[in-house]
Each structure stands twice: as structure tokens, then as C-alpha cells.
């Protein structure tokens, strides 16, 4: 979520079990997100004030993720579902990041994060998440093949 204007929890008591922004209802963004979340989260809708960084001080409509199985959990499914529902629901508040992202400032974070732009673009055409995720089915596949020469078991 470091990519977006979105707070990563930061300054609450949860960071990174926590996100929000004020722009955004946390039972609507839960309810569009959880369907294409994938097995091992469930997502409760909350309101968060974070202490520091993203929307110090200001109330945001939020999601606590609760890990259910971590066997089954795949933080990048759950990350693209959250953005995608993030801007369905926001298409006019919600944004990427544009400053510089470690020390790179020739590519959004959101590119320098998911490693290839489509991600993005594939979310701004209004893409889903399974979109999004199928994207990466080559990729896999590729890296499975190199990483079995390095498996001992």
C-alpha cells in the first residue's frame, strides 16, 4: 500500500494489520474486497486516526486484516484486491504515490513495488484483481523452473 495515497496504519496500534484513508468507507471497501481477497484474510471494517505520516490526525474509514491461515494467504492477492476496490469506490481521491520511492524517482513507487507498470495500468483500465493476478501466471511458472535446481527437499 506504500505505493498510494492509502495509510499503511502507520502511528495506530496496528501497522500494516491496519490501512485507511478518509476518503473511503471501511464496510464498502471491505464488502468490494473481500470476495477477491483469496483464502487465509478476513477483513473487518473499522475507522482508524493515525498519530503520524499518512492522514495524521484525520479519521479514516478502515480495514483491520486478520490472518486466518497463513499456509493459504497471499499478501500480493490481498494487496491488489484492496487497491482495486480502493479505486472503484475512490476513483477521484485515491492515488499512487508520486514522490520519490527509495531514493528512485523515475517510475511511481506502485511500478518500483510491483516491478513492471502493467499492475497499475492494468488497475486504471478498471482491471480486477484475478486480472491482475493472472498477469503474473507466466512469471510464476519462469520462476518456478529456475528455483527448482536450488530446492533440497
Not at 464496510?27 to 483464502?39: C, F, I, N
Not at 487465509?40 to 493515525?50: D, H, S, W
Amino acid at each position: 500500500l506504500e505505493g498510494t495515497n492509502l495509510s499503511e496504519g502507520r502511528g495506530t496500534c496496528r501497522p500494516f494489520e491496519l490501512c485507511g484513508a478518509p476518503y473511503l468507507d471501511g464496510e464498502r471497501w471491505a464488502a468490494l474486497a473481500a470476495p477477491r481477497v483469496g483464502p487465509g484474510f478476513v477483513l473487518r471494517p473499522t475507522v482508524i486516526r493515525p498519530t503520524v505520516r499518512d492522514w495524521a490526525g484525520q479519521d479514516c474509514g478502515a480495514i483491520q486484516i486478520h490472518v486466518t491461515d497463513r499456509w493459504a494467504a497471499r499478501s500480493l492477492r490481498l494487496t491488489t484486491a484492496l487497491l482495486v476496490a480502493a479505486q472503484a469506490l475512490a476513483p477521484d481521491a485515491f492515488g499512487w504515490r508520486t514522490e520519490a520511492y527509495e531514493f528512485v524517482t523515475d517510475r511511481l513507487a506502485i511500478d518500483l513495488l510491483y516491478g513492471s507498470a502493467r499492475p497499475r495500468e492494468m488497475i486504471e483500465a478498471g482491471g480486477t484483481a484475478d486480472d491482475v493476478m493472472a498477469s503474473f501466471a507466466e512469471a510464476e511458472e519462469v520462476f518456478r523452473e529456475v528455483r527448482r535446481v536450488a530446492l533440497l527437499y
